[in-house]
């Protein structure tokens, strides 16, 4: 079975200025990907960014990258020179490499202040 | 293109009525998702499909739930005999293909059940 955790159930950030986002996951799986998604009032699910769990590389989207640690089961979130319009709600998930297993963590409400 | 819709975007029912979701998914998706989200929570999967197929239904809540989906193309998600704690975001999700395919989310259908 595969789990999500988000700590930070609330976040705040000042606008202009960074924020980390944090996420640990629990899987059997040997290959899987890693995903960002952002959930604004708009009920909208949004990919913010996804990694694949064989690639070493950081995956990075313009100012949104993550720190993934493999071996610590880490995928962190870092979002740079925060604008307003990245207030929302904000997913980590997990998946297993055929798709059948798709974990969503509680998520992590982030509000950028003006 | 047109990205995933779903109707009604808000449905309140009374206790013990049927309702039925419907989603249209991204056109050329062979694989779809349903979720959903109760308030405040992470997103729970229910059932997949790859074509019209639906190989597991282990995550559908109870018997009063069941999907279908026609032609490869829009699914109905059905709750019969609906219960107040089936009060939730209802969110479908379309794919190019099941098991590399980042999903891409609609919009959800509020459900409230009084």
């Known amino acids: 079975a595969q789990t999500v955790t988000q700590s930070q159930p609330e976040m705040s950030v000042q606008e202009a200025e960074t924020v980390t986002l944090s996420c640990t996951y629990d899987?059997?799986?040997?290959?899987?990907?890693l995903f960002w998604y952002k959930q604004p009032p708009s009920r909208q699910m949004i990919l913010v960014i996804r990694?694949?769990?064989?690639?070493?590389q950081n995956a990075t989207e313009n100012r949104f990258s993550v720190n993934f640690q493999k071996a610590a089961k880490s995928f962190s979130l870092k979002i740079s020179d925060s604008q307003l319009g990245d207030t929302a709600m904000y997913f980590c998930a997990v998946r297993d490499n055929y798709g059948q297993n798709f974990v969503f963590g509680p998520g992590t409400r982030l509000s950028v202040l003006p | 293109g047109a990205g995933v819709s779903q109707s009604p975007s808000n449905k309140v029912t009374e206790k013990g009525k049927d309702v039925e979701l419907r989603c249209d998914p991204i056109s050329g998706h062979t694989a779809l998702y349903w979720y959903r989200q109760s308030l405040g929570q992470g997103l729970e999967f229910l059932i997949y499909f790859q074509g019209n197929s639906a190989p597991d239904k282990s995550g559908l809540p109870s018997d009063r739930f069941s999907a279908e989906r026609t032609g490869g193309s829009v699914s109905t998600l059905t709750i019969q005999r609906t219960q107040q704690e089936d009060s939730a975001v209802y969110l479908c999700?379309?794919?190019?293909?099941?098991?590399?395919?980042?999903?891409?989310f609609g919009p959800g259908t509020r459900l409230t059940v009084l």
């Open positions: 899987t059997s799986e040997s290959n899987y990907y």
């Open positions: 999700a379309s794919s190019f293909g099941l098991f590399t395919d980042t999903q891409y």
């Open positions: 990694q694949e769990a064989y690639k070493q």
